[in-house]
C-alpha cells in the first residue's frame, strides 16, 4: 500500500481543515488507517485510527469532538476533518496503513500550521 497525505495549510485558530490520505493498491480496503502527528521537537503521537470497514474509529483525548476521521474505500482515500483548530494542534500529520496496531506503511508528511 503506498499513501500520499495532503491538505495541509496554514488557519487561524478556530479553523478548518480536511486531510486526505490517498492510497494506492487493491488492498488499501483491508487495512486500518491512522492518523499520527509530530509537533516540532516532540515525539510522534497518534490522533485517530479508522478501521477497515470505517466503522470503528478511535480518537486521542486532545482531539475528541474537534477531528474526525473518515475513509472512502472505493476511492481508496481515508479522510481527517479538523475543526476549532488550536496552535496546539502545529504539526507534521502523517497517515499510514496497518492491521493489529502494527502500522507498516506510511505516506509522507503534510504540514498544518495554527496561528494564534
Known amino acids: 500500500v503506498q499513501l500520499q497525505a495532503s491538505g495541509g495549510g496554514l488557519v487561524q485558530t478556530g479553523g478548518s481543515l480536511r486531510l486526505s490520505c490517498a492510497g494506492s493498491?487493491?488492498?488499501?480496503?483491508?487495512?486500518?488507517i491512522g492518523w499520527f502527528r509530530q509537533a516540532s521537537g516532540k515525539e510522534r503521537e497518534i490522533v485517530t485510527t479508522?478501521?477497515?470497514?470505517?466503522?470503528?474509529?478511535y480518537y486521542a483525548d486532545s482531539v475528541k469532538g474537534r477531528f474526525t476521521g473518515s475513509r472512502d474505500n472505493a476511492k481508496n482515500t481515508a479522510y481527517l476533518q479538523m475543526n476549532s483548530l488550536k496552535p496546539e494542534d502545529t504539526a507534521v500529520y502523517y497517515c499510514?496503513?496497518?492491521?493489529?496496531?502494527?502500522?507498516?506503511?506510511w505516506g509522507q508528511g503534510t504540514l498544518v500550521t495554527v496561528s494564534s
Open positions: 493498491g487493491r488492498t488499501f480496503a483491508t487495512h486500518a
Open positions: 499510514a496503513a496497518g492491521n493489529r496496531g502494527e502500522y507498516r506503511y
Open positions: 479508522i478501521s477497515w470497514s470505517g466503522n470503528n474509529t
